[in-house]
């Protein structure tokens, strides 16, 4: 079991850029999640998606877009990147019992 | 969600016992506490959890007050890999309709000393 994994690990983008953060797990989890983290800051939540064929908007969802593309994979897709969207980016997953699982982050600086 | 209110940080001596506290006066009675840590640069980690009963796994122990108003983490023997900021979260379970996002408050910052 490779658990959640992400990629890219590290990315660096120029303002304007687009790109698209992978997030897949293979622990057959209903549920999946995307937050952010800012420097010594607590997790935000971006997007989530509940079970495949649903995505809800989470905290801070401004300038992101996802899409649950399958039971095990859900992409989260920065349109035109800011240097406020410089963070690092985690995805997570759970099953029913509310216990999250997450990968090892994006760290994504926009210049 | 409860509030939570953690110690900032701790120190604990390799090998030794680690206890960390929570204290979570206004929870209710169907609100469950779970513990996760974040190692440094790493995605967060779930410990464990549990409603008013104590419960252990492989990683840690939790033992909850009978008036459930506080709980404590313990980590039997601690290494110099769980140091790490550890958060206690109360919250309802996603069962119950509630919000599933995680809110992770500042937490406890243990280091475990050689």
């Known amino acids: 079991n490779a658990g959640v994994t992400q990629t890219p690990k590290f990315q660096v983008l120029k303002t304007g850029q687009s790109m698209t953060l992978q997030c897949a797990q293979d622990?057959?989890?209903?549920?999946m999640y995307w937050y952010r983290q800012d420097p010594g800051m607590g997790l935000r939540l971006i997007y989530y998606?509940?079970?495949?064929?649903?995505?809800d908007k989470g905290e801070v969802p401004n300038g992101y877009n996802v899409s649950r593309l399958n039971k095990r994979e859900f992409s989260l897709r920065l349109e035109s990147a800011a240097p406020s969207q410089t963070s690092v980016y985690f995805c997570?997953?759970?099953?029913?019992?509310?216990?999250?699982?997450f990968g090892p982050g994006t760290r994504l600086t926009v210049l | 969600d409860a509030k939570t209110t953690q110690p900032p940080s701790m120190d604990c001596a390799e090998g030794r016992a680690a206890n960390l506290p929570c204290n979570h006066s206004t929870i209710s009675g169907n609100e469950y506490v779970y513990w996760y840590r974040q190692i440094h640069s790493q995605g967060p980690q779930y410990i464990i959890h549990g409603l008013k009963n104590n419960e252990t796994n492989e990683m840690a122990s939790l033992i909850i007050t009978e008036d459930r108003k506080s709980s404590t983490l313990i980590l039997p023997h601690a290494t110099l890999r769980d140091t790490a900021v550890y958060y206690c979260?109360?919250?309802?379970?996603?069962?119950?309709?509630?919000?599933?996002?995680?809110?992770f408050g500042s937490g406890t910052q243990l280091t475990v000393l050689p």
């Open positions: 997570a997953s759970t099953l029913y019992t509310d216990t999250q699982y």
């Open positions: 622990m057959n989890h209903n549920s």
């Open positions: 998606s509940a079970s495949e064929g649903t995505t």
């Open positions: 979260i109360v919250r309802l379970p996603a069962y119950s309709g509630s919000a599933r996002q995680l809110t």
